[in-house]
């Protein structure tokens, strides 16, 4: 099925530990990004990739690490994760940056107690 | 400075129609979209407007106007299935996605 699969959907975490969100898309997508979104605020882009290769940061990166080594996979790492990041966490990607069309996945909700 | 606002929450009728508002503020502007998010789901793209005007997709219609930083997205004949948050983002002069609250669409028999 094409679309993007993230993982885990769902994880409750203690502060101070490490956690990787996985993200991937069979779509050939080159542009691919993570969002957090918390209740009464819009989705806010923590760190996007245009491209293999390449990534920049959002609105909110602290705290967090991507990488892009290849099309298909984006992952997202909180290196020691605190309370306040406590959110559902969106990927995304778009055929390319600019003006297009979004595709997410279905979110990974996470709780750091 | 950059902003976005829209309503929180509006109650419509089923076969109702329905007018969510979205205004936004910016200094450089490269389209706006509207997505549909369910509760506990991802958002799923409904509309995308550049130019002035109405743009038509079957029930739902979406409104632009650039010179008053106002967009709406208009829901007809509303079906139980339409209750659902929506999502108002205006695309920047980087082409970054500033995205509204969401207004929560309640529909009630």
């Known amino acids: 099925i094409a679309g993007i699969t993230q993982a885990p959907t769902s994880q409750i975490l203690a502060a101070g530990r490490r956690m990787t969100l996985r993200c991937t898309q069979d779509?050939?997508?080159?542009?691919m990004y993570w969002y957090r979104q918390d209740l009464g605020l819009g989705l806010r882009l923590i760190h996007y990739?245009?491209?293999?290769?390449?990534?920049g940061k959002g609105e909110v990166p602290d705290g967090y690490s991507v990488s892009r080594a290849n099309t298909d996979d984006f992952p997202l790492t909180l290196a020691s994760a605190v309370p306040s990041q406590t959110s559902v966490y969106f990927c995304?990607?778009?055929?390319?940056?600019?003006?297009?069309?979004?595709?997410f996945g279905a979110g990974s909700r996470l709780t750091v107690l | 400075g950059q902003n976005i606002d829209q309503p929180t929450e509006m109650t419509a009728t089923e076969g109702a129609i329905v007018q969510i508002n979205c205004t936004y503020q910016?200094?450089?502007?490269?389209?706006l979209f509207w997505y549909q998010q369910h509760a506990g789901e991802a958002p799923t793209f409904l509309s995308y407007?550049?130019l002035d005007g109405l743009e038509e997709k079957g029930r739902f219609s979406s409104f632009l106007s650039r010179s008053k930083g106002y967009s709406y997205l208009l829901l007809k004949e509303l079906q139980m299935k339409d209750s659902a948050s929506y999502l108002c983002?205006?695309?920047?002069?980087?082409?970054?996605?500033?995205w509204g609250a969401g207004t929560k669409l309640i529909i009630k028999p």
């Open positions: 407007n550049v």
């Open positions: 779509m050939r997508h080159n542009a």
């Open positions: 983002a205006f695309m920047d002069s980087n082409y970054q996605l500033i």
């Open positions: 995304a990607s778009s055929v390319g940056a600019g003006a297009n069309v979004l595709t």
């Open positions: 990739s245009n491209t293999a290769g390449t990534t």
């Open positions: 910016t200094s450089g502007f490269n389209g």
